[in-house]
């Protein structure tokens, strides 16, 4: 089966840091990027960041640009996103995905989502 298990989401105050995992499983890794998506209540799933499989490029939203690191451990299939400066603004659900291309819409592959609790 298809995995991909998002963890480290918690509570955190304003400018403080975590770390998100996603461990993938049951697809070939190294054939798709892994994108992290966000989604706040009442508000559009949004599209924070991505790293590339082929090389290791990373593109992020301006929203977490400089704030937000992805990186990829491809022997553990894993795609980490370091947060840091956690703003309240950034409290929402947090999902990794596999997908197609980082500059594709097309996403086969969804996780369950990690909350983030930001508190001002």
């Known amino acids: 089966d298809v995995q991909l298990q998002a963890s480290g989401g918690g509570l955190v105050q304003a400018g403080g840091s975590l770390r998100l995992s996603c461990a993938a499983s049951g697809f070939t890794f190294d054939d798709y990027d892994i994108g992290w998506f966000r989604q706040a209540p009442g508000k559009d799933r949004e599209g924070i960041s991505c790293?590339?499989?082929?090389?290791?490029?990373?593109y992020y939203a301006h929203s977490v640009k400089g704030r937000f690191t992805i990186s990829s451990d491809n022997a553990k299939n894993t795609v980490y996103l370091q947060m840091n400066s956690l703003k309240p603004e950034d409290m929402a659900v947090y999902y990794c995905a596999a997908r197609a291309s980082c500059f594709s819409d097309y996403v086969p592959y969804w996780g369950q989502g990690t909350l983030v609790t930001v508190s001002s």
């Open positions: 790293i590339s499989s082929s090389d290791g490029s990373t």
